[in-house]
């Protein structure tokens, strides 16, 4: 459509157009990957946004190594899943793990008498959680 409109009297105005088409390509080219990297740092549990930045002002292949070259923050996969353990124990009836704090079973639907959850010490500590209005 534009390529066919470049005669002589529109040749500047197609000019600027290609100029215009490149300049987007360009930023296309910079912005997804800062986008896609800070995506990234997010899953490795970093900043979003100084990741992003990052790829913006220096560049995709910059902050794609720096993003490489640094660890995850993020826990192991074993310690999260001792932590999602601690939160669950077994149904006395069905044997299916139910949480905690669970007052019903979801499997079986018997009646349970809910343990004490392990946030309930940090609750005492800090005071009475009460509901925020
Ligand atoms: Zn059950």
Redesign the pocket.
């Known amino acids: 459509m534009s390529r066919s409109a470049c005669t002589v009297a529109t040749l500047r105005q197609c000019r600027r157009r290609k100029l215009v088409e490149l300049l987007l390509l360009l930023v296309l080219l910079w912005l997804l990957p800062a986008f896609f990297i800070g995506w990234i740092a997010g899953q490795k549990g970093r900043s979003r946004i100084f990741y992003f930045l990052l790829t913006v002002f220096l560049s995709p292949l910059v902050g794609l190594l720096v993003l490489i070259a640094l660890p995850s923050r993020l826990p192991p996969p074993q310690a999260a899943s001792i932590a999602r353990n601690r939160r669950v124990r077994p149904?006395p009836?069905?044997a299916?793990e139910?949480l905690l704090e669970a007052a019903k079973?979801k499997?079986?639907?018997?009646e349970l008498a809910p343990l004490p959850a392990p946030g309930v010490a940090k609750s005492l500590f800090w005071g009475p959680v009460t509901p925020k209005r």
């Open positions: 149904c009836r069905c299916e139910i079973c499997h079986c639907g018997s």
